[in-house]
């Protein structure tokens, strides 16, 4: 199972203007247990089943490994461990979505539910936690319908070093699978 999603580079300025009104726009919605999250349409290049994963020595615990995907190596993360969530058997919905954040990675997560349009009048920031807490890499809290999605800057999901790391391991990876 390959779906293909067409993409065009977007830039975001979260500083600049309202908070939600520049994160209007399509999301691909997933669950993670209980809460489901979103993704700019535009970072997302496709969506995977679920593959064999050539495990890295030395990555951290999230850190799955790397999968040949048409002959690229792509790292491979599972955000459920990314997140501090429990580990969890794969299903047949356990899926991989490849993203763009300066370079393709995979993140794993439980299930894909849909693409929806939010509006960025239906955007609020994201909660002030504790100090302690970051949450740069949360656009906003969606609200549709009787739910809300948490929005996610993919991008900032991953520090640059976690980013470096990735890198490093794709690159470390064997040629052959």
Known sequence: MSTAVASKPRSLSRDSQAPGSDNAGKYLTFRLAKEEYGVEILKVREIIGMQNITAVPCMPHYMKGVINLRGKVIPVLDLRLKFGLDEIDHTEETCTIVVDVGQEIGIIVDT????LDIAGENIEPPPSLAGSID??????????????KILLDISRVLSVGELANLTSAAQAAPDTF
């Open 135 to 148: 949450t740069d890499f949360i656009l906003g809290m969606g609200k549709v319908n009787d739910s809300v």
């Open 112 to 115: 894909v539910s849909e693409v």
